[in-house]
Structures are given as structure tokens and as C-alpha cells.
């Protein structure tokens, strides 16, 4: 079976916004958003690794309602959100105004989810025939509506609280609703019936809260200007 297709669907969504960032975001180049894209590939190795070598201690293999949140809280949430992170610290806020910088956020966080999508996307093909083709791109247009969005706003929330750090007006509540955003979300995710349906209403509250603090984060920047202007 050839791979290459679904490979290719699992990037649509980050090719498309790549291309509208490019064209609308004021004074971002595209060698900064190649940039923000390898870091956020870079971070899905310690990602990976980090995955393999929790989940594998006694506390996440028991599969109760306790440790299966858990884990959603302290892998999914925590660890992953703090790697990303780590490599967006990498970012050139120095070069970049705050719109450049979110957008670079919200790209580490898309291409981050695109390639998780294509691991599954492996993964999966490994168990079933090859007349099973359908359920892969099914598996793919869910995960990018869903998982892909999420990392995407919650990379956007952390990509505000460095931002905000960075000019000395730290506010870790945007980072604080990364962790628990994506950990929720992986929670009802691994659900079935009607507990599912719950990563909804937690992907619109990501959206949401990412659009209140990138207008929290607008507004400190314009007062600080007005400030140094008097």
C-alpha cells in the first residue's frame, strides 16, 4: 500500500495555514515559520521517548479511572506541553512582533500534532489489511479536527506565556491552561460512549482562552508603549 497519500493528508492542515500566515501575518518571514516547524518536529523525539519511558512505571500501567487521569494530566499535559515548550524557548522573539510570534507558536504546536498523526497513522496501517485504506483517512480527518487542533491552541497558549516571560510580564495562566486543556482532552479522548463527546467543549474552550490571552497579551503591550511614551 502506498503511504505517501495519507502522509500527505496528515499535512494539509499546516501546509494551508503555513501559506495563510505567510500571506497575513505582518513582518513574519517564512524562514521563521521553517524554523518554528523544525522545532516543533524536533520536540516530538524527547516527546516519544519521554512516552515510552513513563507510561512503561507502575503508576500509569493501571488502568483506573485515578491514574488513567492521571496520566492524562501528568504525561499528556505536563511533560508534553513542558518539551514543547522547551523548544519554542528556541523561537527569535527578538526579531519577531507579537502577532509573528503567536503564529510561529500556533505552527510548532500544528506541525507537532501533524506528525503525531502520521506516527498513528503507521501504527495503525501495521494492524490492519490493506482493504482497510478508508479507516486510515478516516482516523486522520478525525485526528485533524481534533488532536491536531488541540496541540495546535495549547502550543499557542504556552507560545503566549514565553512571549509574556520574555518581556518581563510573566502571567503562567496561559500555561497553566495548556497543561490542563491538553490533558483533559486526552482524557475523554481515551474514553468510549457519551465521555468522548466531552473533548469538544474542551477544544472550544482552548480556542477561546488562546484568543483571551493573546488579546490580555496585546493590551499589556500597548499600555507598556504608551507608558514609555509619556
Given at each position: 500500500?502506498?503511504?505517501l497519500?495519507?502522509?500527505?493528508l496528515c ?10 500566515f505567510?500571506?497575513?501575518?505582518p ?8 524554523w518554528a ?6 520536540a516530538?523525539l524527547p516527546t ?5 519511558v513513563?507510561?512503561s512505571?507502575p503508576?500509569f ?5 485515578f491514574?488513567?487521569l492521571?496520566?492524562a494530566?501528568v504525561f499528556?499535559g505536563l511533560?508534553?506541553?513542558?518539551l514543547?515548550?522547551?523548544f519554542?524557548?528556541?523561537?527569535p ?10 503564529a510561529c507558536s500556533v505552527l510548532c504546536g500544528l506541525?507537532?500534532?501533524s ?5 498513528y497513522?503507521?501504527?495503525?496501517l501495521q ?12 482516523l486522520?480527518?478525525i485526528r485533524?479536527?481534533t488532536a ?5 491552541f495549547?502550543?499557542?497558549l ?7 516571560f520574555r518581556?518581563?510580564?510573566?502571567n503562567i495562566t496561559s500555561?497553566i491552561?495548556a497543561?490542563l486543556?491538553?490533558?483533559l ?7 468510549s460512549?457519551l465521555l468522548?463527546w ?8 482552548a480556542?477561546?482562552?488562546?484568543r483571551i490571552?493573546y488579546l490580555v497579551v496585546s493590551?499589556k ?10
Open positions: 500500500m502506498n503511504v497519500a495519507p502522509i500527505a499535512f494539509v492542515m499546516y501546509v494551508a495555514i503555513f501559506i495563510i505567510a500571506v497575513l501575518v513582518s513574519l518571514k517564512i524562514r521563521h515559520e521553517l516547524s523544525f522545532l516543533g518536529l524536533l516530538v516519544a521517548f519521554t512516552e515510552y513513563v507510561l512505571l503508576i500501567t493501571a488502568h483506573t479511572f491514574t488513567v492521571i496520566t494530566l499528556n511533560i508534553e506541553e513542558s514543547k515548550m522547551i519554542m524557548l528556541l523561537l522573539y527578538k526579531k519577531l512582533k507579537l502577532p509573528a510570534f503567536f506541525v507537532f500534532g506528525f503525531e498523526s502520521v506516527i497513522m503507521l501504527v495503525y494492524k490492519i489489511s490493506s482493504g482497510g485504506i478508508g479507516v486510515v483517512y478516516k486522520i480527518l485533524m479536527f491536531v487542533i488541540i496541540h495546535t495549547c502550543a499557542g504556552s507560545g503566549l506565556y514565553i512571549w509574556s518581556k518581563k510580564a510573566s500555561f491552561f497543561v486543556f491538553h490533558g482532552y486526552n482524557f475523554f479522548a481515551g474514553n460512549g468522548y466531552f473533548i469538544i467543549p474542551v477544544i472550544l474552550f480556542i477561546v482562552e488562546c490571552r493590551e503591550k500597548t499600555r507598556t508603549k504608551k507608558a514609555k511614551s509619556i
